[in-house]
Nanobody, 120 residues
């Protein structure tokens, strides 16, 4: 079974920084893309950023220049340093890996979520 385990959420002041990490484990044959989504209260879950194994990235406009996604292919880990955080960044952040090939076939996987909250 494949699991995505997130870490790094917490409280931060406006203008501060946090670093989210997500590690995929299990009988994984291949992961092509990993990414981060977020969901604020009362809102839908939206893509924040994703990255392919080749390094191609996508970012939502609101985080460009502030967040930088990276992937460690050998470790099936994706990191998201977040700088200049604003109250609008408050949300539950989810790690996602689509079409992961494992012994179970191709499935999309999600982490449990990690909360980012400002302390103002």
């Amino acid at each position: 079974q494949v699991q995505l385990v997130e870490s790094g959420g917490g409280f931060v002041q406006a203008g501060g920084s946090l670093r989210l990490s997500c590690a995929a484990s299990g009988r994984i044959a291949s992961i092509n893309t990993m990414g981060w989504y977020r969901q604020a209260p009362g809102k839908q879950r939206d893509l924040v950023a994703d990255i392919s194994r080749s390094g191609s990235t996508n970012y939502v406009d609101s985080v460009k220049g502030r967040f930088t996604i990276s992937i460690a292919n050998a470790k099936n880990t994706v990191n998201l340093p977040m700088n200049s955080l604003t109250p609008e960044d408050r949300a539950l952040y989810y790690c996602q890996a689509p079409r992961v090939l494992s012994s179970n076939g191709y499935y999309d996987y999600w982490g449990q979520g990690t909360q980012v909250t400002d302390s103002s």
